[in-house]
């Protein structure tokens, strides 16, 4: 009987568990026992994996587990004795090969750098497009729930005010020919003040600090206009998934499944306190010059409550809403929401 240190893996979650291989030469069996395992196979359900350089090997067992062993050259000795019929060695020569393991290091590599430069935004937009409205809806509901439970209170602006901007911002629409459901939410926001942001459901926050900052309703319209925009390309989502995409990986490699719980914790966390990449605030503001031309609104507007929104703030950067806090700075985006009329 020989004894061998090993990692198991149960085959259902990749949590590893530290465990001593016992080989029972006589009867055939192989017992694996750790602190939570504590296993018996016959040989027929044991497969030994062929040896590949000088890295560790695999033990499959039938019932989909296995065992991950460090020690080649004790393995090969027991197996040996144990089950005669293990694979051959040909492909150890052949992968010791010091030339095929540079060029597949330099493969590999090259392969993650394009799947995080490139592939990550390709594949956040593509799952953000194909999540269901049932999902958005669920999530967006949730996040206004925490937001209102956290940082937001009750409008203070008169019911006339909110059925006025309502009435505006549902002209624009028929105008812009966006015929997506948003939904409008007045809400004070606690010392947070002039902001405004859009949900994955398509529910666009308000808050009164805005409203009041505004001299002229066209420049609330405009800001809704941006923030519809965010909404009609899946920004939130997109960003929250690529963030939490390298989390999601993690939690699949190490099996913890609260880490991909904790997606949706992250998208109030992320609403305020992160930014747009330049891109999607680029997108988002060319969609909103487009759509208030379209509808007959001067797109300065736009431009007008960004400074606006800028020298409210000040320099307390941390402070700014969403679309005044982005990398483009804001007074380059205000040159090029002018240029564009
Ligand atoms: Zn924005």
Same mark, same amino acid.
């Given at each position: 009987? %020989? ?5 198991? $893996?149960?085959?259902?979650?990749? #949590? ?36 590949? +350089?000088? +890295? ?23 197996? *040996? %004795? ?46 953000? $497009? ?7 809806? /669920?999530?967006?509901?949730? @996040? ?16 006339? #005010? ?6 505006? !911002?549902?002209? $624009? ?6 015929? @997506?459901?948003?939904?409008?939410? !007045?809400? *004070? ?33 405009? /800001? ?11 920004? /939130? ?12 990986? !993690? ?24 930014k ?34 800028s020298? *409210?703030h000040g320099d307390d950067k941390l402070a700014l809403p969403?679309?005044a806090r982005s990398?483009?700075p804001t ?11």
């Amino acid at each position: 009987m %020989t004894d061998i240190p090993a990692t198991y $893996f149960d085959g259902r979650t990749s #949590r590893p568990h530290a465990v001593t291989l016992r080989w029972h030469a006589l009867d055939g069996v192989l017992e694996v026992a750790g602190e939570e395992v504590a296993l018996r196979l016959a040989r027929r359900d044991v497969t030994v994996e062929s040896r590949l +350089g000088r +890295g560790p090997r695999f033990i499959r067992f039938a019932d989909g587990g296995r065992c991950e062993v460090a020690d080649n050259d004790t393995l090969d000795a027991v197996i *040996a %004795t144990w089950a005669p019929q293990h694979g051959g060695n040909w492909l150890h020569r052949l992968e010791t090969s010091w030339r095929l393991v540079a060029v597949a290091v330099v493969v590999l590599g090259a392969a993650m750098w394009a799947a995080i430069h490139h592939g990550l935004p390709w594949g956040a937009k593509k799952v953000a $497009f194909m999540l269901p409205a049932e999902f958005t809806r /669920v999530l967006g509901d949730q @996040t206004l729930e925490a937001l209102d439970r956290a940082m937001l209170a009750p409008t203070t602006l008169t019911h006339e #005010r909110q059925i006025k901007l309502r009435a505006d !911002f549902a002209a $624009f629409l028929q105008a812009a020919g966006d015929t @997506t459901p948003y939904q409008i939410e !007045f809400r *004070a926001l606690k010392g947070q003040g002039a902001n405004a942001f859009a949900l994955p459901s398509g529910t666009i926050v308000i808050s009164d600090e805005l409203v009041l900052l505004a001299e002229d309703d066209r420049e609330i319209v405009a /800001v809704l206009a941006h923030e519809c925009a965010h909404v009609r390309h899946r920004h /939130v989502l997109r960003a929250v998934l690529q963030n939490s995409a390298v989390v999601v990986a !993690f939690a699949l490699v190490t099996g913890d499944a609260s880490s991909t719980a904790a997606f949706g914790g992250a998208v109030p966390t992320w609403l305020l306190q992160s930014k747009f990449s330049r891109e999607f605030e680029r997108e988002a503001d060319a969609d909103a010059v487009e759509k208030l031309r379209a509808a007959g609104l001067d797109p300065a507007h736009l431009a007008t409550m960004l400074g606006r929104l800028s020298s *409210a703030h000040g320099d307390d950067k941390l402070a700014l809403p969403e679309y005044a806090r982005s990398h483009p700075p804001t007074q380059e985006r205000i040159n090029a929401i002018k240029g564009a009329r």
